[in-house]
């Protein structure tokens, strides 16, 4: 049977969305994002994009040059920069898929990292991966240790960069490779989203276009017992956490889990009142 990527509405219920990850390891929900949501995205970021030149600044590795794209414009610390990305983090979609995968592996989870992810005219494809290989030395077999959504914010196409995904890869060997016939494109209009998971095979895409700019925005939750790739402690500034919701506090790791993350050896929630 040739690779299929199934498309559902924003409304479907978490149940079957998270029924068909299982069986898929991802999927396309239509308008995830509500209009006044894109737009407020769209609007809270745009300047920074506008600002912000390409490539990664201070890389941590020489690979990961390449693998962030050199034409290819992101931008973390978003809870801090847009008032709608704190909204997002709270669909009920979002929670429903990270409640079903992770729940069982963790007394709760975090935000791994939120990126904006723009890729421009000209950027080369990425390297398919698993995003959860960033916890390489946990052991195999590995429980789901992340789940995630691409939103987008601009129309995806093929030929624009539209992330490439293979369904189905989270259920095999880890060393096996995709053939290309394997490998599908997330095309999808601004507002739809692809939600996959940590151990599912995926990457951006090249931009063939001359003039085009894939507007993308990640959003990533892990088990609360790991290290989260983005250092949220960092990139969102707590004067801006003391105003959120509890339940955003707790995200960004202002939960103490049992003795996991404590300040004074007690709850770091109390350095936010
Ligand atoms: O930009 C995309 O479509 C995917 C990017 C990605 O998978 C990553 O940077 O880990
Ligand atoms: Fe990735």
Not at 30 to 37: C, K, Y
Not at 85 to 105: I, K, R, T, Y
Request: glycine residues 8%; negative net charge; charged residues 25%.
């Amino acid at each position: 049977m040739p690779p299929k990527l199934e498309r559902l509405d924003g409304r479907v219920s978490s149940a079957t969305l998270c029924d068909v990850l299982q069986r898929d390891g991802a999927v396309v929900v239509e308008n995830a994002l509500s209009a006044t949501q894109l737009a407020g995205l769209n609007h809270d970021l745009d300047h920074i994009i506008a600002t912000t030149p390409p490539g990664v600044r201070h890389p941590t590795e020489d690979d990961m040059i390449e693998f962030y794209g050199q034409s290819t414009i992101r931008i973390d610390g978003l809870p801090a920069k847009s008032q709608t990305f704190v909204e997002v983090m709270e669909l009920p979609l979002l929670s429903g898929m990270a409640d079903h995968f992770l729940l069982p592996n963790c007394d709760d989870y975090l935000l791994n990292t939120g990126q904006l992810i723009e890729i421009a005219p000209g950027e080369t494809v990425q390297r398919l991966h698993r995003d959860d290989n960033v916890w390489r030395h946990v052991p195999a077999p590995k429980p789901e240790l992340e789940v995630e959504a691409m939103f987008a914010l601009s129309d995806f196409t093929a030929a624009n960069g539209a992330t490439r995904v293979a369904p189905g890869s989270h259920r095999w060997p880890h060393d096996r490779e995709a053939m290309p016939e394997e490998i599908l494109q997330a095309e999808m209009k601004a507002g739809t989203a692809l939600f996959y998971l940590g151990s599912t095979l995926h990457s951006g895409g090249e931009n063939r276009t001359t003039d085009e700019y894939r507007r993308g925005m990640f959003l990533g939750y892990v088990v609360g017992w790991l290290r989260t790739e983005e250092n949220t402690f960092l990139t969102v500034p707590i004067e801006k956490v003391r105003e959120m919701p509890v339940r955003i506090q707790e995200l960004l790791g202002y939960k103490a889990i049992r003795a996991m993350g404590v300040v004074n050896v007690g709850s770091p929630m109390k350095l936010l009142q």
